[in-house]
């Protein structure tokens, strides 16, 4: 699973059904991959991270974060507790960061961190009958929680719960092999572009498209699962904990179903004729263009607004909090 990951697999319409109603594959073996190991490994993490690590247990994990001291995001990851080490996995692209940033702290602490992108990631399998699939392969589905995982072959299956499907993590080796057998047993091949598309209308941020260093967790929803307030100090605590005692943030990412042509990434969200926001993220779900971006905290959803397309023309829009989150 070296070679390019291709954008589409040639029936885009074949892929949203296989997503919607049955079970669709994607390649993401680009993705970030970090090995933390050492006897101080999980107190290592725990005085880093956002997410409380101290109770991981083989077979568990959590969404969490690496931020500034100030508050801002450095690296959104997912962390699997393996026997006594962590398999992190980021966007691609993020794995050299999170290894530079948590190896700054390295002091006096006996744990190693190795970046091992170029020989691994994994694959999303996704869609309603997932586990029907997984059962026919004579493999045992993950629990029904988020980020449970379980030994298959030389891999991880690790439970996502939005969208819902399973995560097979490993090397590029033994993803090949991953991939083969859940195609044979039919599952769909789904390109990038449709992938992105169904992860837009779940309301699932990615770094690199909806996250930056400039990103407060409270603004994209991250602190919703990826942020502990009861455990010790973790990097950028005050201003996140500050935050979510007193304080509020100026904008939040929402959910955007949009009426006509899709918007570039960047372009402006108008509500009254005033600049409220801008787009992150834009994919054609199938039923319609769908995006995330961006919205000025005074524009309550839901709401109509207007989406300034590269003719100058307006698009309609009507804007949502993102699926799997509150009301904020």
């Avoid at 999170?98 to 190795?114: C, K």
């Avoid at 209308?201 to 409270?218: F, M, Y």
Wanted: a negative charge; one cysteine or more.
């Amino acid at each position: 699973m070296t070679g390019p990951v291709a954008s589409d697999s040639g029936d885009p319409q074949a892929e949203y059904a296989a997503l919607r109603d049955g079970v669709g594959i994607v390649d993401q073996s680009v993705a970030g991959s970090v090995l933390v190991s050492g006897p101080d490994t999980f107190s290592f993490l725990d005085s880093l991270i956002s997410a409380d690590v101290s109770h991981l247990t083989d077979g568990t994990g959590v969404h969490s974060l690496l931020l500034t001291p100030r508050g801002k995001l450095d690296v959104d990851f997912r962390l699997l507790r393996v026997g006594d080490v962590a398999w992190i996995d980021t966007e691609p692209g993020f794995a050299e960061a999170f290894t530079a940033s948590l190896s700054r702290y390295r002091i006096r602490v006996d744990v190693e961190i190795i970046d091992r992108s170029a020989g691994w990631g994994l694959l999303q399998v996704r869609g309603p009958a997932t586990d029907d699939l997984l059962i026919s392969l004579e493999v045992k589905p993950p629990p029904e929680v988020a980020h449970a995982h379980l030994p298959w072959e030389s891999t991880r299956l690790v439970r996502v719960d939005r969208p819902v499907g399973v995560d097979v993590v490993g090397s590029h080796d033994a993803l090949s092999s991953a991939w083969a057998a859940f195609v044979e047993q039919g599952a769909t091949p789904v390109g990038l572009e449709v992938a992105e598309a169904h992860r837009i209308a779940a309301g699932v941020p990615r770094q690199g498209h909806d996250l930056d260093e400039s990103t407060i967790p409270q603004e994209a929803g991250l602190d919703i699962d990826a942020v502990s307030f009861d455990k010790g100090c973790f990097l950028g605590q005050e201003l996140v904990c500050r935050i979510d005692s007193r304080g509020r943030v100026n904008r939040f990412l929402r959910l955007l179903h949009i009426d006509g042509p899709a918007p570039a990434v960047g372009a402006e969200i108008l509500s009254d004729g005033d600049v409220v926001g801008s787009v992150t993220s834009v994919g054609d779900a199938g039923a319609g263009t769908v995006a995330l971006g961006y919205v000025h905290r005074g524009i309550e959803p839901p709401a109509d607004v207007g989406i300034r397309l590269a003719s100058g023309d307006l698009a309609d829009a009507r804007i949502g909090v993102l699926p799997g989150t509150d009301e904020v």
